[in-house]
């Protein structure tokens, strides 16, 4: 027995101050009944690996026994073998409820269509079918106009809207009648130029408060975000413009509902504080508002050293622009050459970076990808969805707000926690699909992403389904 005890004498002075024992994490969980933050960045290294194109919902539907203009366009990509003009078909938006029940999906050729998820998701078990298969759909309304975003309305469940790059137009549908046309139109205000022409602007997205369901956001294609209270008129009653007058790509609020976000063709965020403020000359409203400031990414870029060493930065019309529902202070940035960051909000620094590798390298041409690509947030982890630039598949990168993420910008692989215990490695992965991705939503219970494609599919990518 005295050979397992161990003598005074071979201990320090005093022990408690010399001996340093790392807790258990495992047991803090069950101690503690939450997940700290750190512990769960560690886990989604396997929630990265767990994720894998599970079922492809191809877009043959008909309405009345009629082919939609998205399938005749589907069909006629696979009778020309790739030759039709890549505007007319593909994904351009998608979006969950706040429950994650009902998903809705916008095409390019016009389509606009509700999918009950539990109902999409239960027939990924099936094998894979091609033929049409309408029950999935609760909602399926040809518009006969492009249209580039949709959105629910989170203050009212029932309705949705959406905007197209080509009309002045937010159109306003309730799902809860199936009828063709919109309960409501909104319309920017009628712009003319010198020589009195009309300049026709389109709406490229739209975003709604969380708290109030009477106003609007939408950036359109010159430079500007107008902003509707659907009480007062179907004209916005204040405009936020830029510096520039051309096109505002993206638009989100933080969390409070006070601070609005745009951002577009030159490589610009933009800044405006609803609450109100100083004048300023770039805003040119009777209401009151303050414009808080204009960052250009690519000078934020040219800071990072070690990017700027390695590559030649140069301005990028940035596709889109999200806030990290884990963490509100970082805005998600997506440019036109595939890469993806996160501007810290704070202190207005790049703390990450993803750079994947150029177009040409796989034979691509990326100037031919007239697709604004949307990327998604995961509900938690900070973890990005972002579909790739010239291969078929997405990203799923790791943006964790520590310097222990591998696309932080002072990442070091040698990193050890304070124990002394080599951290598991972290690292981005690229999830190969079977059709290439312009636009991802998440569901905000679960996980699961849903992309929409370029061939106008849906495709449903979580964990693979295994028998027991």
């Keep these: 027995m005295n050979k397992y005890l161990t003598s005074l004498k071979s201990l320090p002075q005093n022990p408690k101050s010399s001996l340093k024992r790392c807790r258990w994490k495992r047991s803090l969980i069950e101690l503690n009944g939450k997940i700290e933050p750190k512990y769960r960045h560690d886990l989604s290294a396997l929630l990265l690996q767990s994720y894998t194109e599970i079922r492809a919902f191809p877009h043959f539907y008909l309405i009345d026994g009629k082919p939609?203009?998205?399938?005749?366009?589907?069909?006629?990509?696979?009778?020309?073998?790739?030759?039709?003009?890549?505007?007319?078909?593909?994904?351009?938006?998608?979006?969950?409820?706040?429950?994650?029940?009902?998903?809705?999906?916008?095409?390019?050729s016009g389509c606009l269509m509700v999918h009950d998820f539990e109902s999409l998701y239960c027939q990924s078990n099936d094998s894979l079918c091609l033929k049409e298969d309408g029950s999935k759909q609760l909602l399926h309304l040809t518009l006969h106009q492009q249209l580039d975003d949709v959105k629910w309305n989170p203050t009212n469940q029932d309705e949705v809207a959406c905007s197209s790059m080509k009309n002045n137009e937010v159109l306003i549908?309730?799902?809860?009648y199936v009828s063709s046309e919109?309960?409501?139109?909104?319309?920017?205000?009628?712009?003319?130029?010198?020589?009195?022409?009309?300049?026709?602007?389109?709406?490229?997205?739209?975003?709604?408060?969380t708290t109030d369901d009477s106003r609007i956001i939408a950036s359109d294609t010159h430079g500007v975000l107008n902003v509707w209270d659907r009480r007062m008129s179907v004209l916005p009653y204040l405009e936020l413009a830029t510096e520039s007058r051309s096109v505002l790509n993206s638009v989100t609020l933080n969390v409070e509902n006070q601070i609005v976000f745009g951002a577009g063709k030159h490589g610009i965020?933009?800044?405006?504080?609803?609450?109100?403020?100083?004048?300023?000359?770039?805003?040119?409203?009777?209401?009151?508002?303050?414009?808080l400031s204009s960052l250009k990414v690519a000078a934020l870029l040219e800071k990072i050293g070690p990017l700027k060493a390695q590559s030649d930065i140069a301005s990028k019309e940035i596709h889109s622009i999200d806030l990290d529902p884990s963490c509100p202070y970082q805005l998600a940035f997506h440019l036109d050459d595939g890469w993806s960051g996160v501007l810290d909000i704070h202190n207005f620094r790049v703390t990450h970076i993803h750079c994947p590798p150029p177009a040409w390298l796989n034979g691509s041409n990326i100037s031919a990808d007239l697709y604004l690509r949307k990327p998604s947030w995961l509900p938690t982890h900070s973890i990005y969805a972002v579909g790739s630039s010239s291969d078929n598949g997405i990203h799923l990168l790791d943006f964790y707000p520590d310097a222990s993420s591998p696309s932080h910008v002072d990442y070091t692989e040698d990193a050890q926690d304070s124990c002394g215990v080599d951290n598991p490695k972290k690292q981005n992965r690229f999830v190969p699909l079977s059709?290439?991705?312009?636009?991802?939503?998440?569901?905000?219970?679960?996980?699961?992403?849903?992309?929409?494609?370029?061939?106008?599919?849906?495709?449903?990518?979580?964990?693979?389904h295994q028998s027991l």
């Design 435 to 464: 059709e290439g991705v312009t636009a991802c939503a998440t569901h905000p219970l679960d996980g699961t992403i849903v992309a929409g494609t370029k061939h106008s599919s849906l495709l449903v990518v979580s964990e693979k």
């Design 182 to 209: 919109p309960v409501e139109v909104l319309r920017t205000r009628r712009t003319v130029t010198v020589n009195g022409s009309e300049v026709r602007k389109g709406l490229s997205e739209v975003a709604f408060p």
């Design 173 to 176: 549908f309730d799902i809860g």
């Design 269 to 291: 965020i933009y800044m405006w504080d609803l609450r109100g403020g100083r004048k300023s000359a770039v805003f040119q409203s009777h209401k009151e508002a303050c414009y």
């Design 68 to 108: 939609c203009q998205t399938h005749i366009n589907r069909i006629s990509n696979g009778a020309m073998d790739g030759q039709i003009p890549i505007k007319k078909q593909g994904v351009s938006a998608l979006d969950f409820d706040n429950k994650g029940i009902y998903l809705v999906s916008a095409t390019k």
